[in-house]
């Protein structure tokens, strides 16, 4: 009697080789298992993927704590004022201040990029002014798209037309279709298919787990993943809580099989790992329901609102759980990773599961923050810390790059310079 198994065992670098088991039963009590290479899958998965660049693309214009507290407080004097009969009545609640010093202290951040400053500070509007573009323009969001892929595309020494797959990944998009990632297909003339996909503050790492499954499913042979984190138009300028919280950025990386890489900084994924658990500690209500709802379509539930303090209770634990199983699964122990590429929310969030990983606190140099310059970028900000800081890794060297918020989602690589 003969029994055919398809199972799996570790290679050499790590990654998981499907292989065919075949067991010879030659009499009651004596198996021969004979482990054969499972030869249809190996075309494919036991090929190495890589990300061979990565991009990072801000707008020219930023607005630092210190303006944006002015504004507020601008803002805040003006509600006090016009509504001071009600506050004295007790029928509204005065608005407080917010303070820079809070802001920097509480999460890192000491300015953020803008994609359209105007409007931002204006008390009278207190939203960014973006003029609307007709369908036959290139839409704002993918416009950014195509600058971060034009960088990712330069470092992974690629042209657009060897690119046969596009992923649009980020927290928001413009418009419900057609995907911007179709969009920016077009504006770059590249052949194959793209589409988009939202996954909040885990939408890059998450876009690059399906990028790195199509590659092995051989379904693409070079992937651009972006994330045009356009998040300003969402921000509640007159919440203390959140106004300071996000940037506009888009990054970009290229993933493909490490035989065709040309790119100078090239980093094998070792593995991918992501996990989702529902919490609306983190929302967005914005949505094409609110029509219908018969509701005020920017109120603030609309636009983004946390509560800040569970979040970060909640989630440390979570992301420091997941990312320590994710390295136990190639025997890796935390004091072998010589980089932590970590989602960019707040510098207090960093510190502390980088304690709880390692036992103490991480340098700048191992765990890097851009929160100062970038603020928080939803899904970008694990890239931009990649991106900035990548390129003095040596052969062999692993990092992680993991990022953690809305949804809850978590999502994680394990990845390993060439
Ligand atoms: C948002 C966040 C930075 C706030 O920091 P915090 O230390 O938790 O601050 P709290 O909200 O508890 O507020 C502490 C105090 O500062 C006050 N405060 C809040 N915002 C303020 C501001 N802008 N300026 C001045 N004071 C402020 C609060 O009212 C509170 O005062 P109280 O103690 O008298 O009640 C922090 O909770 C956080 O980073 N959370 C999760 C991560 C995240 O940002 N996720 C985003 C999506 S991924």
Not at 190 to 211: K, N, P, Q, W, Y
Not at 245 to 268: M, P, R, S
Not at 405 to 413: E, N, T, V
């Amino acid at each position: 009697m003969m029994h055919k198994q398809i199972s799996w065992l570790k290679s050499a670098n790590s990654a998981l080789v499907p292989v065919r088991v075949i067991t010879f039963y030659l009499n009651e009590k004596c198996r021969l298992p004979v482990v054969l290479p499972n030869l249809y899958k190996r075309m494919h998965m036991s090929q190495q993927v890589v990300i061979s660049g990565v991009g990072v693309w801000h707008p020219k214009e930023s607005i630092t704590n210190e303006e944006l507290v002015e504004s507020y407080n601008a803002y805040v004097d003006a509600f006090n004022h016009k509504h001071a009969d009600e506050i004295a009545a007790g029928d509204v609640t005065a608005m407080p201040y917010s303070s820079a010093e809070f802001i920097e202290k509480a999460s890192g951040i000491k300015r953020r990029y803008i994609y359209q400053k105007d409007g931002a500070l204006d008390i009278n509007r207190m939203k960014p002014k973006i003029a609307p573009r007709a369908d036959e323009e290139l839409s704002h969001q993918a416009e950014i798209a195509v600058e971060a892929a034009k960088l990712a595309l330069d470092a992974a020494n690629v042209s657009a037309q060897d690119v046969d797959a596009v992923i649009v990944s980020c927290a928001y998009t413009q418009r419900a279709y057609p995907a911007i990632a179709i969009e920016v297909q077009e504006a770059l003339g590249i052949e194959g298919f793209g589409f988009d996909m939202l996954v909040a503050c885990s939408a890059a790492t998450f876009g690059m787990h399906r990028a790195y499954e199509m590659l092995c499913a051989g379904n693409a042979k070079r992937v651009l993943v972006i994330n045009p984190e356009l998040v300003s138009p969402q921000i509640n300028y007159t919440d203390r809580d959140s106004h300071f919280i996000f940037g506009d950025v888009a990054t970009a990386t290229v993933l493909e099989l490490a035989d065709t890489a040309k790119g100078e900084h090239v980093y094998d994924v070792l593995s991918t790992k992501a996990l989702t658990k529902f919490s609306s500690n983190i929302r967005s209500n914005f949505g094409y329901m609110t029509r219908a709802e018969d509701v005020d379509p920017y109120g603030p539930d609309k636009l983004f609102h946390q509560a800040g303090r569970k979040v970060f209770k909640e989630v440390c634990p979570l992301a420091a759980e997941h990312i320590e199983t994710h390295l136990a699964s190639h025997d890796i122990a935390p004091e072998g990773v010589r980089r932590w590429w970590l989602h960019q929310a707040n510098i207090n969030m960093n510190t502390l599961i980088c304690k709880r990983l390692l036992g103490r606190e991480a340098s700048q140099e191992e765990a890097p923050i851009v929160l100062d310059e970038y603020a928080n970028t939803a899904s970008a900000g694990s890239v931009i810390a990649f991106g900035l800081n990548h390129k003095d890794l040596v052969s062999g060297d692993v990092g992680v790059l993991c990022s953690f918020g809305a949804g809850y989602s978590i999502g994680s690589l394990v990845i390993k310079k060439r």
